[in-house]
């Protein structure tokens, strides 16, 4: 059963060297070798995968353009052999040369010729009839005169079609050799059906070359007939015409190759024609070799970089911890000596500089033990100070509170009921202030205390200062930063309206509007230029000291820390108009706030 403890107290037990070794073997030179060969074989697949893919769309452009030369033959034959007057001039029987000559003249003798320079991929064109009264020559032939000679013939006999696609060799004495010609019977006027009329378009062997050499640097193209038979061979450049096998062969210089097949089409006349490729494996095999060649380079250099920077680092390991396990030994033996080497910033380093400091502390502890009990003294003299100042700063407001209290009753009972207000609501304040509680209120317990401050300017005042509180009920419960209100109200008496002499006013207004909740605080006091406008926005928004406006960037420096920014901070002034004062705080934000208040 496997038990971590027992593993982990072997792997202590393993000394330093050998764990580096075990590191390095098997966090370095093992992936290293992993992760060639791994790309080595993806590097091989995708290789192998490109060059099939590559084949493939080779042979399917020769396809494409094979069977395009093939169509525009089958094309032409279609038009000629529906030519009606062609039809009707053949199907004639002649008295005598002479008439037949005089309708060749008149219809027949530019009838065929044109189209050979009309069309490049077209060679020749033939009409052969068993009309014995015509005479052979030119671009039409009787069959009866060519006995033996038409070997392209035999492509209709127990097959289906009017059109065939058919490779032959002609043993013609003028004109032999082999060809690949669209086939097709002229039988589609039953009126001049007297005669058999077969026509023969001959495609220009010339381009059939030039479509299969074009790729003949890689890529070797068998073209085979509906017989299975090679009719050409791009490796040699000859038409074939006898019956391919079942293994195309393959010369011995070009290795045995990938092979692909496709089909030229699925027309009745090509069926069963298709294209062979061969690709030659070298060009495959030389990728490969440049491919292990790099993986080797790569994982050669990925090896030695590793293992000199490993060696150097476990050297530097090595040599300091030897001197530091060596030292740490001689504590035993009561000497404590610092290690003399260059210690280094590295965690060894560290260890060094501690044992160091240790062994030069302890050696001091025991001389020193005098001083020692004397410091120690000293910290517990400084410790019952500072649990006194702690007492002192509880008693000081304690005793701010109690004498504010006894202020509230002597007022009460000597009847001075406006002081005694001002006395409460002072009291209150103060205990707002210093209150640790939560920094998120309630908005009406924040106009509240705010009330409660403008009570006690109006006690200053008197008929002189008015203010006034317009609130959305549905803002009550809102939860704002606490004195976030009060300290704006106090700047506005202290800045504004200190120097008005008659009228003054302070208007505090909470509204819920456009998704946020707007607070503003108005006062009609002497206003501001546009210059210490600035000023006091720059100064709210800083991080700097200073004793001017602390309310104002209190106020704006925790809107900004709580809301992330995203609460707006504005001020307005006109000068002998009044300044207004005022934030927006977005309800989604006041929503978030106080569910991280609620957890």
Not at 467 to 482: G, K, Q
Request: aromatic share 8%; hydrophobic share 40%; charged share 25%.
């Amino acid at each position: 059963m496997f038990r971590p403890a027992a593993f982990l107290q072997r792997i202590n037990d393993i000394p330093l060297k050998y764990k580096f070794l075990l590191i390095y073997f098997l966090c370095v030179l093992l992936p290293i070798i992993v992760i060639n060969v791994f790309f080595y074989q993806r590097n091989s697949a995708d290789i192998k995968l490109r060059e099939m893919d590559n084949l493939q769309k080779s042979i399917e452009r020769a396809s494409g353009e094979l069977l395009g030369l093939i169509e525009e033959s089958v094309a032409l034959s279609r038009s000629i052999a529906s030519d009606a007057a062609i039809n009707e001039v053949l199907d004639r029987t002649y008295a005598d040369p002479v008439e037949y000559f005089v309708a060749y003249h008149d219809f027949l003798r530019n009838n065929l010729t044109r189209y050979t320079s009309t069309y490049p991929n077209i060679s020749d064109i033939r009409i052969y009839t068993d009309n014995d009264s015509i005479q052979s020559g030119s671009n039409y032939y009787v069959i009866g005169s060519l006995s033996g000679a038409l070997p392209w013939l035999d492509q209709f006999a127990g097959r289906d079609g009017d059109v065939r696609l058919a490779a032959y060799e002609e043993r013609d004495v003028l004109n032999s050799g082999q060809r690949i010609s669209v086939l097709s019977k002229m039988n589609l006027y039953a009126a001049n059906s007297r005669y058999k009329k077969y026509l023969r378009v001959d495609l220009n062997p010339e381009k059939i070359y030039s479509i299969m050499k074009r790729e003949d640097g890689w890529l070797r193209l068998l073209l085979i007939d509906d017989r299975d038979r090679v009719v050409l061979d791009s490796a040699s450049i000859s038409f074939r015409t006898g019956v391919a096998s079942s293994v195309i062969p393959v010369p011995p210089e070009r290795g045995s190759g990938y092979v692909i097949e496709h089909t030229l089409g699925q027309a009745g006349y090509i069926k069963g024609w298709k294209l062979i490729g061969i690709a030659d494996t070298r060009r495959i095999e030389m990728l490969h070799d440049a491919a292990r060649r790099s993986i080797l380079w790569l994982a050669a250099v990925s090896a030695i970089i590793p293992t000199i920077l490993i060696n150097v680092l476990f050297r530097s390991y090595h040599l300091r911890v030897n001197k530091l396990a060596r030292h740490m030994a001689r504590i035993r033996d009561e000497r404590f000596e610092p290690i003399a080497i260059a210690e280094g910033r590295d965690e060894i380093g560290a260890l060094i500089r501690s044992f160091n400091a240790m062994a030069v502390k302890i050696h001091s502890l025991i001389h020193e033990v005098y001083k020692l009990e004397i410091r120690q003294k000293n910290l517990e003299l400084e410790h019952l100070r500072a649990e006194l100042s702690a007492l002192h700063s509880q008693v000081n407001p304690h005793f701010l509170f109690n004498t504010l209290n006894a202020l509230y009753v002597v007022c009460v009972k000597n009847g001075y009921r406006d002081v005694a207000s001002v006395i409460r609501d002072l009291s209150l304040l103060m205990r707002q202030m210093l209150s640790r509680g939560d920094d998120l209120i309630p908005l009406r317990e924040e106009l509240h205390f705010t009330a409660m401050y403008l009570q006690i300017e109006k006690f200053r005042f008197g008929d002189l200062f008015e203010y006034a509180f317009e609130v959305d009920p549905d803002a009550n419960e809102m939860r704002i930063p606490r004195m976030s209100v009060q300290l704006l109200v106090e700047n506005a008496c202290k800045h504004g309206l200190q120097a008005r002499r008659d009228n003054r006013r302070v208007a505090v207004t909470a509204k819920l509007e456009d998704q946020a909740l707007a607070v503003t605080v108005a006062d009609n006091g002497i206003g501001m230029e546009e210059e210490k406008l600035r000023q006091v926005m720059d100064m709210a928004r800083s991080d700097g000291g200073g004793h001017e406006h602390v309310g104002i960037r209190n106020v704006c420096k925790r809107l900004e820390l709580y809301y992330r920014g995203m609460a707006a901070f504005r001020i307005d002034s006109r000068p002998g108009e009044g300044t207004t004062v005022g934030f927006r705080i977005p309800i989604r934000l006041l929503i978030e706030e106080e569910s991280k208040e609620g957890r």
